[in-house]
């Protein structure tokens, strides 16, 4: 039997990276305010999101997307997904802006 990640597509072993630019709202858990910005690629376990400030590793994060039908998503819901920064990337010109890299510990999809 084929493990599958914690958003239950791709195998645990290796996370195929899927390069995706979808608009994400995130927070730190238990804040009330959102930030919206967009995602650089999704995994099973993770994702790597586009941010104006860098984040601290090992914050509680919250984030919230449409999956893509392209990775398995079915376009009817919302994912929340709950997990912690991992890496932050600081950009290499200011143009460029901040990454957050997020892993994955659980999700739910709320229906539209």
Do not use: K
Not at 9 to 30: C, D, H, K, L, N
């Amino acid at each position: 039997m084929e493990r599958r990640g914690v958003l239950g597509f791709g195998p645990t072993a290796r996370a195929s990276r899927y390069t995706v630019s979808i608009p994400v709202r995130y927070r730190p858990f238990g804040d009330f305010g959102w930030t919206e910005t967009r995602t650089i690629n999704i995994s099973c376990t993770g994702v790597l999101f586009e941010t104006d400030e860098p984040l601290t590793v090992d914050t509680p994060i919250e984030l919230r997307f449409d999956l893509p039908v392209e990775i398995g998503g079915t376009g009817e819901g919302e994912l929340s997904c709950f997990g912690q920064v991992v890496r932050t990337i600081m950009p290499p010109a200011s143009d460029t802006p901040h990454a957050a890299a997020a892993a994955v510990s659980d999700f739910h999809v709320t229906e539209q």
